[in-house]
């Protein structure tokens, strides 16, 4: 082993505590990237990808009545590429057992005809049949209410349809773009509101909409002006009770899971940031003082023959080592934290598949800044090492610029700071303790 290997092995455990320390910070940071942004990944991955298979619409619309037959000049509007109407109420549910208020969406479903738009994916069980072939109203529910209320096909539950109280078959268990996010007022509430499909003609004549409908989805041609084709649907529907027309940025379900993204991408940016400029301070103290109080060590190595870059190279290795230890440890916890976050997220999100995964372009992305960070905080001590005259190295520093404490270390006659040496010495005295306490305060920020 070369001699400068054996200095770097030597330094490391000296500094076992400070070492330590910063590698669980930079790990924290490394961490916080890698299962912030794999969440996000995600969450858009799986948002994209469903919407496209579902066919998810670009505009929506409420009303309160109107003809089949006004849906052919809907689709004369221009930039309107398809057009697809519905019929959905609002419900009162009651399942035995349960005291719990709890309220449904009733949508219209027709197995006879494809859906164009914002297709009905069904997870289990089978779709709803006619109540007058079938002889009892059957409906598919929603998965989040499903599972949290503990419903499978062939259970039944009761619901309040147009001031009646009907009973319902559970025919199936289904999935629907609309509904990702499923709850009322912005609010997720799997267990107080579901979502229930019914066949169109025993929802038409429950509420007496036979031959009409109250909901529409619009899908927009490619360039077309959302604005203009809203403006437009609006004058259409005014006659017949309609509601303003919006975007789908304005949908709930996707406002909502478009927000939590938002947030990720913030998070994931913000906190994890916050850790690796801490870690950047700690890294800079130590290697301050631990070149400082290496000065005759850096001469005798200058009178040895080794030049500037391999004492630099030596120096920077060392650095490299604490950074590396730090990230390896983040990538293994960014790992499962990703994974963990996925999880919470199946619990408010509900896809056809949300998978984790950890993507090349950020782990390189997130390794490198880390990498760098740590160059770059070290960088004025190393190059002062490097460029230090060995004649000088041997001498003391100038009287008035250092102490001779163990505490004072220097970066080449520069002493620190009394903050400096305070969080040295809590370094080395509590490694652990350091290194929780600067992730607990990271945090807090």
């Not at 076992?16 to 961490?31: E, P």
């Not at 002889?135 to 529910?141: A, C, D, F, N, S």
């Not at 929802?203 to 899908?219: E, I, K, S």
Request: glycine residues 10%.
């Amino acid at each position: 082993m070369k001699a400068l290997d054996r200095k770097l092995w030597r330094d490391l455990r000296q500094l076992w505590s400070q070492v330590l320390t910063i590698a669980l910070v930079v790990a924290s940071g490394v961490a916080g990237f890698l299962a912030t942004f794999s969440a996000w990944d995600a969450l858009a991955w799986s948002r994209d990808s469903y919407y496209s298979e579902a066919r998810f619409a670009d505009v929506f619309s409420s009303l309160q009545r109107a003809p089949l037959a006004l849906r052919p000049r809907i689709a004369a509007i221009p930039g309107v590429a398809q057009v697809q109407d519905g019929i959905a109420h609002g419900i009162q549910i009651f399942i035995p057992g349960v005291q719990d208020p709890i309220r449904g969406r009733l949508t219209a479903i027709d197995p006879r005809t494809p859906q164009h738009l914002n297709q009905v994916t069904l997870r289990s069980g089978h779709w709803p049949g006619d109540s007058a072939s079938s002889g009892r109203l059957e409906v598919l529910v929603s998965a989040a209410f499903a599972q949290a209320r503990g419903l499978k096909p062939g259970d039944s539950v009761q619901a309040l349809m147009n001031g009646k109280l009907q009973a319902l078959t559970v025919a199936g268990i289904a999935l629907s773009p609309e509904f990702i996010f499923a709850g009322a007022g912005g609010s997720p509430d799997v267990h107080g509101f579901g979502v229930f499909w019914m066949h169109r003609d025993a929802v038409a004549a429950a509420y007496d909409m036979r031959g009409a409908f109250n909901q529409l989805a619009l899908r927009l041609a490619p360039g077309a002006n959302e604005d203009e084709v809203i403006d437009a649907l609006n004058r259409q529907l005014a006659a017949y009770g309609g509601i303003n027309a919006y975007g789908r940025e304005d949908q709930l379900s996707h406002r909502m899971l478009n927000s939590e993204i938002r947030e990720q991408q913030v998070m994931g940016t913000v906190l994890p940031s916050i850790f690796l400029l801490v870690a950047a301070f700690l890294l800079h103290t130590v290697m301050t003082r631990h070149i400082g109080l290496q000065r005759e060590q850096i001469a005798a190595l200058k009178a040895l023959g080794y030049d500037n870059r391999r004492i630099g190279l030596h120096y920077l290795r060392m650095v490299l080592i604490i950074v590396g230890l730090g990230c390896a440890l983040g990538v293994l916890l960014g790992a499962v934290l990703g994974r963990w976050f996925t999880t919470l997220y199946t619990q408010v999100f509900i896809f056809p598949a949300l998978h984790h995964r950890l993507r090349g372009d950020v782990l390189l992305a997130t390794l490198g800044v880390s990498v760098l960070l740590g160059a770059l905080a070290t960088a004025q001590a190393i190059r002062a090492a490097v460029l230090l005259p060995p004649a000088e190295a041997m001498r003391p520093p100038a009287p008035g610029r250092y102490r001779p404490s163990w505490l004072d270390g220097t970066s080449l006659g520069h002493r620190l700071s009394p903050g400096q040496r305070m969080v040295l010495r809590h370094m080395q005295r509590h490694p652990w303790r350091s290194a929780l306490t600067v992730m607990g305060l990271a945090a807090s920020v």
